[in-house]
C-alpha cells in the first residue's frame, strides 16, 4: 500500500544524498555514514547544511580535504548552528589571542574542543596558561588538553611540582610534554612521566 509519509522520508533521503555529492565534499561511503550515524544530517534543510558548511569552510579557511577531514571526524560540529561556533572563535583569537592559524590547527586536531561551553574552556585555558605557564603554541597543538579534565590536570601538575619535575619548557633537558599529561592511564603516567611508582602517585592522590 502507498505511503506518502515513507514515500517522502526516503525522497529527502535521495535528496540529500545527492545534495552531499554535489557538493564533492564527500565519497559515497562517507556520506552513507554520515546519514546513518547522524540524523542531523536528515531532519535538516539542505540549506541550512549547506550555509552552516560554507560559513565554517571561510572561517576557518579551509580547503576542500580539510572540510571533508573535519565533517568526518566530528559530523555533530553543526549540529548548534554557527552561533556557539562564532562566539568561541571570537573567545579564542581576542580573549585568549590564539592566531587564526592556532584556531584553524585547535579545530583540524579535536573539533570538539568547538562544541565545549566557553566558560569550561576559559576555565582550563586559565589553567593550563597561568598557572602552568604553557604557550599558545603547546596548547594548540595538543588541542586536547582544554577539553581533558582539569582536576586531573590539576592533579598531575601538582604531583610533578611536589616532585620538582614540572618543566614544560621545551628547551629544558628535563621537559615534559603535554601530550604525556593526558594520558588516561595513571600507571603510565606514574611510571613514565614522574619517574617513579604508582602507589606513590596514589599516596599523593589520597593526601591532595
Not at 549547506?50 to 571533508?68: N, P, V, Y
Request: hydrophobic share 45%; proline share 3%; with cysteine.
Amino acid at each position: 500500500m502507498f505511503n506518502i509519509f515513507e514515500s517522502t522520508y526516503w525522497l529527502l533521503i535521495v535528496l540529500k544524498f545527492c545534495y552531499l555529492d554535489c557538493q564533492k565534499y564527500f565519497s559515497s561511503f562517507r556520506i552513507f555514514l554520515l546519514v546513518f550515524y547522524v540524523r542531523f544530517w536528515l531532519n535538516t534543510d539542505v540549506k541550512i547544511i549547506d550555509a552552516r558548511l560554507g560559513w565554517i569552510q571561510k572561517t576557518f579557511e579551509l580547503s576542500g580535504d580539510e572540510m571533508r577531514q573535519l565533517i568526518v571526524t566530528e559530523s555533530r560540529i553543526i549540529i548548534y548552528g554557527v552561533g556557539p561556533l562564532e562566539r568561541l572563535v571570537t573567545m579564542l583569537n581576542e580573549e585568549l589571542e590564539f592566531t587564526k592559524e592556532q584556531i584553524k590547527a585547535i579545530l583540524l586536531e579535536d573539533p570538539r574542543v568547538f562544541m565545549m561551553e566557553s566558560s569550561a574552556l576559559h576555565a582550563t585555558y586559565n589553567y593550563l596558561r597561568f598557572t602552568m605557564h604553557l604557550s599558545n603554541m603547546q596548547i594548540a597543538e595538543w588541542p586536547l588538553c582544554l577539553r581533558f579534565s582539569i582536576g586531573a590536570i590539576r592533579r598531575r601538575h601538582e604531583f610533578l611540582v611536589q616532585l620538582h619535575k614540572a618543566d614544560y619548557d621545551e628547551g629544558s633537558p628535563n621537559y615534559i610534554p603535554l601530550s604525556s599529561l593526558l594520558q588516561p592511564s595513571d600507571q603510565k603516567f606514574a611510571v613514565n612521566v614522574a619517574r617513579t611508582y604508582l602507589t606513590v602517585y596514589n599516596t599523593f592522590l589520597k593526601n591532595y
